[in-house]
């Protein structure tokens, strides 16, 4: 089992409408959860940082946390064709040194 | 936000060269940084952990005489990659935090993509 899962897409999402994202993950002591945004060629960019469980709201984005189910989603809404890239789901592993284990990522297609 | 500068953004060397890739953290220091490598159209990969003042810690699999690490000071990393091969052939990103807790987001380098002919 993968240490951290996504669904690898592509996920084709109308322009104006909500693209949901999935990831779950193994390590059930992890506490620091990100989405990362990852345009083609590019290094990841910080879109979401989560830390307890419930949504986290910003701008478009909401991150939603359940430990319990060791599950964390990320949803954008009025999605954009600039929203069109790879998202990446990032978890802290539990050590001193803060490693984060990313998922495979997830390819969105926003289509006009 | 913080800032981290990767050097240079896209090589191509022969095969049997070296090549040596900057990571700097422009605005903060950074005691700990982190070098993955991401091969086309699959996740990021955690190479190593670079800790300044003290040896690089490798992940299983990545060979620590291969891809040679430094962190001499609290802004600058380098990752060398000795004898490289085609198989090296990947996007190479650096990555550092800006507080010290290892909770807060790591923030990435813009990436070197090194191809080996």
């Known amino acids: 089992q993968k240490e951290v899962e996504q669904n690898s897409g592509p996920l084709s999402v109308p322009e104006g409408a909500i693209a949901s994202l999935n990831c779950t993950y193994s390590?059930?002591?992890?506490?620091?959860f990100f989405w990362y945004r990852q345009y083609s060629g590019k290094s990841p960019e910080l879109i979401m940082s989560?830390?307890?469980?419930g949504d986290k709201e910003d701008g478009r984005f909401t991150a939603q946390l359940n430990k319990a189910s060791q599950y964390v989603s990320l949803l954008i809404r009025d999605s954009q064709p600039s929203d069109s890239a790879t998202y990446l789901c990032a978890v802290n592993r539990i050590d001193s040194w803060g490693k984060l284990q990313f998922g495979a990522g997830t390819q969105v297609v926003v289509t006009p | 936000g913080a800032v981290v500068s990767q050097h240079p953004s896209r090589v191509i060397c022969k095969s049997g060269t070296s090549v040596k890739i900057e990571c700097r953290s422009l605005?903060?220091?950074?005691?700990?940084m982190f070098w993955y490598r991401q091969f086309p159209k699959q996740s990021l990969m955690l190479m190593a952990t670079s800790n300044e003042g003290s040896k690089a810690t490798y992940e299983q699999g990545v060979e620590k005489d291969k891809f040679l690490i430094n962190h001499a000071s609290l802004t600058l990393s380098t990752l060398t990659v000795t004898s490289a091969h085609p198989e090296d052939s990947s996007f190479y990103i650096c990555s550092a935090r800006d507080q010290g807790g290892g909770s807060s987001p790591l923030h990435f380098g813009n990436g070197t993509r090194l191809t080996v002919t």
């Open positions: 605005d903060f220091q950074a005691t700990t």
């Open positions: 989560i830390y307890s469980n």
């Open positions: 390590d059930r002591g992890s506490q620091s």
